[in-house]
């Protein structure tokens, strides 16, 4: 199947682009967030990145309809960014040390243009590594 027809059939089954990714995520309480303190770039978090909002695991449950500051790195240069988001539901998980885990997934609110450039930036390079990857391999595979 060539690359065209894969993304095309990516695109065809979901709305929105949505990828996997380890991030570095600060995730706050909106109300007393310290917001755009720097934030070190080393992945703190894998999550489910779209335009439209994040999944990802956390040690506490975070309430339904709290909002939350989450703070990333974003992009192929990492640039730091805050945006505002509603907690959609958090469940929880047996973590694999016994500890509680929680999957949250949230959504963004108030995305202005510049962070939505940013987020779609970056859902577009994981993308196009994925795929490069993915070209990569089948070559070597079938050499």
């Known amino acids: 199947m060539q690359d065209h027809e894969v993304s095309m059939i990516f695109q065809d089954n979901r709305k929105t682009k949505r990828v996997s990714d380890a ?3 600060r995730i706050e309480n909106a109300d007393n967030a310290i ?3 720097p934030l070190d770039t080393t992945p703190t978090h894998v999550v489910n990145l779209s335009l439209g909002g994040l999944r990802f695991e956390h040690e506490r449950d975070l309430p339904l309809s ?3 500051l989450l703070t990333m790195c974003l992009g192929p240069n990492r640039e730091t960014v805050s945006l505002q988001a509603e907690v959609v539901s958090s469940v ?6 016994g500890n509680k885990r929680f999957k949250a997934h949230v959504k963004f609110k108030n995305v202005d243009q510049t962070a939505h450039n940013l987020l779609n930036q970056h859902i577009d390079h994981i993308l ?7 070209r990569q391999y089948n070559y070597k595979a079938s050499a």
């Open 23 to 25: 991030m570095a995520l």
């Open 35 to 37: 917001g755009h303190a």
């Open 66 to 68: 709290q909002d939350l």
């Open 92 to 97: 929880e998980e047996k973590g694999n040390s």
């Open 128 to 134: 196009n590594q994925t795929f490069q990857h993915c």
